[in-house]
């Protein structure tokens, strides 16, 4: 194995992953870069050409033929450097969209695949991009995401790193941004659509795909997050709670049914999922919702969405006298995250209930 086989391998990885149509190539040969890939239309597929960008020692010169493929990508008119013949320019960070996506990606290079998605995700957007790299273009593709929605706080995260790759953007501008898209229980355009206990029913029981009903009813009987019933590692026990597994957004934890009737209505103990190439939850997170544009649940002739029986979850347990000696903490628990975010998502239903219980002890200490 040649010493920079491995770098190459990680470059065109990256490439790929990028949707470029080139290739970086190194050969014993020449002490050059070469590119690989199809320069005219009516030329060989895989033509390959030198350029005078060296390998150097610690195979630094490989960043630079990357962002090279990248910009080929997008602006195919962009001349080779061929073997030191002419001036050789340094590409200019920003001079294109393809550039700021080569940067970007070389930015989140060392982070882990996981994390990496994302910005991944993000500069293969940036490729699809005309017109020159400002900071306002880049703040209307954050706006475009929707305030509040969580893919309008990933472009945040995005547009940080474009900030580190070298944008002209102010940590105050950033952080203004930000705030903007903060969820707002008092906006009237993020009330979410809760449906009836009655409603939830009706719309699982009229279901024909039995593994997205199983999928559903898992949501509503157990407040889980929408990709959440493909990672149950253990299904209901004799008391129907649940314990969610480990590769989830919050690890492993155990949670109890707000409908026990719905365990055995909706056959929870027999899993029953839908096909599905893609595991992780930013598909999942796309694939349910999908299905529910296309099999509608309404309620006050508003549709909801997979998160709203998550939300039905933990309003309905808050509000059920059933549960009033439940300590809040143990709730937010079940839903997977802490007391503090639960108290400021549900804080309109908590304080009812934390206030029925006050009251009721302070009338026995009346009556005693």
Same mark, same amino acid.
């Given at each position: 194995?040649?010493?920079w ?36 239309p ?6 390959i ?13 490989i ?25 050789h ?46 900071k ?6 954050v ?47 993020r009330?979410?659509?809760? !449906? ?11 279901l024909?795909?039995? !593994?997205y ?14 990709h ?7 299904? !209901? ?39 599905a ?11 349910? !919702? ?25 309003i ?53």
């Amino acid at each position: 194995m040649k010493p920079w086989t491995a770098a190459v391998t990680q470059a065109n990885r990256r490439l790929k992953v990028l949707g470029s149509g080139f290739r970086v190539r190194v050969t014993s040969a020449s002490p050059n870069i070469q590119i690989r890939g199809q320069f005219r239309p009516d030329g060989p597929r895989h033509e390959i050409r030198t350029t005078d960008i060296a390998l150097k020692e610690d195979f630094s010169g490989i960043k630079e033929a990357v962002s090279l493929c990248l910009q080929l990508d997008q602006e195919p008119q962009t001349k080779i450097r061929h073997d030191s013949r002419g001036t050789h320019t340094s590409l200019n960070l920003f001079s294109g969209w393809a550039v700021l996506a080569g940067a970007l990606e070389r930015k989140v290079s060392d982070l882990k695949s996981s994390s990496q998605r994302r910005y991944l995700q993000h500069s293969k957007q940036f490729l699809t991009f005309g017109g020159e790299v400002t900071k306002e273009a880049l703040i209307d593709w954050v706006r475009s995401a929707g305030e509040g929605s969580v893919e309008y706080r990933h472009r945040c995260n995005t547009l940080a790193k474009a900030r580190e790759c070298g944008l002209q953007i102010s940590k105050d501008e950033l952080e203004s941004i930000r705030k903007a898209g903060t969820y707002k229980l008092s906006d009237p355009d993020r009330v979410r659509v809760i !449906p009836t206990d009655d409603e939830i029913q009706t719309w699982l029981d009229g279901l024909k795909s039995r !593994p997205y009903q199983w999928i559903f009813a898992m949501i509503s009987t157990y407040g889980l997050r929408p990709h959440e019933p493909f990672y149950i590692e253990e299904l !209901p026990d004799e008391d129907g709670d649940i314990v969610v597994g480990v590769n989830t957004k919050t690890g492993l934890r155990h949670v109890f049914p707000r409908r026990l009737d719905w365990v055995e209505r909706y056959k929870l103990r027999e899993r029953s999922l839908p096909e599905a190439s893609d595991l992780r939850s930013e598909a999942l997170n796309i694939k349910l !919702p999908t299905y529910m544009r296309r099999n509608p649940l309404r309620s006050g002739g508003k549709r909801s969405v997979p998160l709203d029986l998550r939300h039905a979850w933990a309003i309905r347990t808050h509000s059920d006298e059933k549960f009033a000696h439940v300590p809040v903490a143990h709730i937010a628990e079940a839903q997977g995250h802490s007391e503090t975010v639960h108290r400021r998502i549900y804080h309109r239903w908590i304080g009812k209930q934390e206030l029925k219980a006050r009251f009721k002890s302070v009338r026995s200490l009346i009556d005693n």
